[in-house]
């Protein structure tokens, strides 16, 4: 696979397989391993990734932060639309938040206006997501954040189930609970129709939050306080 966005014109990294010959040792769940990441940055172009106050973080696996890039082809400013908050000495601040490990293969693991905050520390919805969804009786799954008074966040998650397939709340809970920390897990699941997309086939995790706030959604710890 690879990731890019319109600024990057538009591929900006490839993963493959196999990447370099030291890759034909390793075992085929591990090659394969190496496809469900964002891939190498293609040649010319910089990638890192900072925390809030842009300094870059190491490339160890573990850290991660906010995705720079730059290159010759890289977006540098909007015409006519200045966004000051997106560009930074020269990089392009892509919205993507991401590890990189020894190798340089970069890990998205979300969008950092997806990231649920709680309690200072931070959940990844896609990480959740990818695990509700694995789930046979899930046909899709979004994660969104909704505000609570103590942790500041807290997360939720929206599901659709595949057609008449008999899963509840609990079991999906249960089953996030085989990988996520006890804090980690959603407070609710709230069951849909339907998730509403993009033009582009995405989750739109904008429009999911509205209609919750809309419908005058509440936390189940929060109802009736």
């Not at 991401?98 to 959940?123: F, H, M």
């Not at 899709?140 to 008074?149: I, L, R």
């Not at 500041?152 to 609990?170: L, T």
Request: hydrophobic share 40%; with cysteine.
């Amino acid at each position: 696979q690879g990731w890019g966005m319109t600024e990057t014109n538009p591929i900006a990294s490839i993963s493959r397989r196999v990447n370099k010959r030291a890759d034909l040792k390793l075992s085929l769940d591990e090659q394969f391993a190496n496809i469900n990441k964002a891939g190498l940055a293609l040649p010319g172009l910089d990638v890192k990734i900072v925390d809030d106050d842009f300094n870059t973080l190491p490339n160890d696996g573990e850290a991660f932060g906010q995705l720079l890039i730059r290159g010759p082809w890289i977006a540098a400013e909007y015409y006519n639309d200045p966004q000051p908050d997106k560009f930074h000495d020269g990089w392009l601040v892509t919205g993507d938040v991401a590890k990189i490990d020894q190798d340089q293969y970069i890990i998205i693991t979300d969008r950092a206006k997806d990231l649920i905050k709680s309690g200072g520390e931070w959940i990844s919805s896609v990480d959740m997501e990818n695990h509700i969804a694995s789930l046979p009786a899930i046909a899709m799954a979004a994660v969104v954040a909704q505000p609570h008074p103590k942790w500041d966040e807290r997360p939720v998650a929206v599901v659709v189930k595949n057609g008449d397939a008999n899963i509840s709340a609990e079991d999906i809970v249960a089953h996030c609970a085989t990988t996520f920390a006890k804090w980690q897990l959603p407070d609710d699941v709230v069951f849909v129709d339907a998730i509403p997309l993009t033009s582009t086939g995405k989750m739109d995790k904008k429009t999911v939050r509205a209609r919750l706030q809309e419908d005058g959604y509440q936390l189940p710890d929060l109802r009736g306080a």
